[in-house]
């Protein structure tokens, strides 16, 4: 049995992690690149993104390390984490009363063998009004989230209409499938 290490300090991918049963130590590295070539797919972003935070970690023998990343598209268009409360609402207005995709990709890798795979969920809001976005974005400060949302927060309560996919990528980590890579890994 390898030593589990989760190479984020994602609350929500931390809290699904050890939904697994899983021990695992939590190590992070600060300002890790996470640029990607601008002709890259935008299917293929969240897999390139995890695989450059892997490569950027040393592990031992003992050590199998879990990376991810999780992005959300709407069209082509790759929304990120929001600087600010202006950007958090525009996103939320661009994502009212469409359907989006949210993609979340993983490299789990050993000294041995490294193991890449993306999951994607489709999104469906519902028409959200001025009021609903500006009390989500002053309530509860999405700056630390893809897309200015978490599908397990209020907005996700009220907004999200219709879901084709993994309900844990969207909260930013496809427990099942890492659970399935484990089990080829080790």
């Known amino acids: 049995m ?11 991918r931390k809290e699904l992690l050890k939904g697994l049963d899983i021990d695992f130590e939590v190590r992070v590295l600060k300002d890790i690149d996470e640029s990607y070539p601008s002709d890259l797919p ?3 972003i969240a897999e390139y993104i995890s695989g450059k935070k892997a490569a950027a970690y040393t592990i031992a023998d003992d050590e199998l390390l879990i ?10 268009e790759v929304m990120g984490k929001p600087v600010d409360e202006e950007v958090a609402k525009r996103m939320l207005r661009e994502l009212s009363g469409k ?5 979340t990709g993983c490299c789990i890798k050993t000294t041995q063998k490294e193991k890449h795979f ?4 489709d999104v469906t809001f519902k028409e959200l009004t001025d009021e609903e ?6 309530t509860y400060k999405p700056f630390d989230k893809a ?6 927060e209020w907005i996700g309560y009220i907004g ?3 879901l084709n996919g993994s309900y844990f990528n969207v909260v930013g980590f496809p427990v099942q499938r890492v659970y399935e890579a484990l089990q080829e890994m080790l």
């Open 160 to 162: 999200v209409t219709g």
């Open 147 to 152: 897309g200015s949302y978490g599908i397990q």
């Open 67 to 76: 990376t991810a990343d999780t992005i959300v598209v709407l069209g082509n």
């Open 133 to 138: 976005i500006n009390y989500y974005v002053t």
């Open 42 to 44: 935008t299917v293929q």
């Open 2 to 12: 390898k030593k589990v290490i989760l190479a984020s300090n994602s609350p929500r």
């Open 99 to 103: 359907t989006h995709q949210v993609i």
């Open 118 to 121: 993306s999951v994607t969920t």
